[in-house]
């Protein structure tokens, strides 16, 4: 998987470590691009995450937990993409504790054409 990251941003760096430990092998791209890569692949602005990540032809956007990224790899559905939106304090890669639940959408293609959830973790 490929990761692209703002070049100033820290947290990207421990999402990419999360997703390293748990057998993913992550590329990381520091890059100004950011916004048109996200447009290029119609992320909503909503659901827009600080780095955006492309593996096996989906997009993911934030700070998705790494089971959540491989239930989308082993399902397919016929997507774009999933996002965990903002940058949610104790989800992977960011401090702190968690405090509530991440909900984790889909963007794009048939299966969502609005944004739907996808997981709650």
Known sequence: MTLYKN???????????HLR?????VEVIATHDLPLIKQEHQVPMELAGCHTIEVNGYVIEGHVPADVIKRLLAERP???GISLPGMPTGSPGMGGPKTEP???YTFGGE???????YAVE
């Open 102 to 104: 991440f909900t984790i």
């Open 7 to 17: 070049p100033q941003c820290g947290c990207c760096e421990g999402h990419a470590e």
């Open 111 to 117: 299966d969502a054409v609005e944004p739907q959830i």
């Open 78 to 80: 016929d997507i774009e």
């Open 21 to 25: 430990q748990n057998g993913f092998d």
